[in-house]
């Protein structure tokens, strides 16, 4: 399975921007959004887990944005509202077949990644 994340830009704060992530070949159960700040450790930010399409946040976006997949379009969405000067990161989707719900905050947990979209919020 390859993913390829796309849809990141420059926005203004308080702006809006939606990452696809497109799945081909096999796909996942479970699919994740994660970001990295430079000179930061890569942090989760969004699930949406299995079949049953459960989706968990990080605090600091929940309420901002939200995750979610169209199977038809074997597609996973990251909708970003209110963006903040912090959410600047190049943001990352990762799938995983395996990943338990106490696991799906750590990246390690998932075996296939994106190639990265660089979202960029000014102030």
């Known amino acids: 399975v390859q993913l390829q994340a796309s849809g990141g830009g420059l926005v203004q704060a308080g702006g809006s921007l939606r990452l696809s992530c497109l799945a081909s070949g096999r796909t996942s159960s479970s699919y994740a959004w994660f970001r990295q700040a430079p000179g930061k450790e890569r942090e989760f930010v969004a699930t949406v887990w299995r079949s049953a399409g459960n989706t968990y946040y990080a605090d600091s976006v929940k309420g901002r944005f939200t995750i979610s997949r169209d199977n038809s379009k074997n597609t996973v969405y990251l909708q970003m509202n209110s963006l903040k000067p912090e959410d600047t990161a190049v943001y990352y989707c990762?799938?995983?077949?395996?990943?338990?719900?106490?696991?799906?905050?750590?990246?390690?947990?998932?075996?296939?990644w994106g190639q990265g979209t660089l979202v960029t919020v000014s102030s």
């Open positions: 990762a799938g995983s077949q395996t990943v338990i719900l106490s696991a799906v905050r750590n990246p390690r947990a998932y075996g296939v």
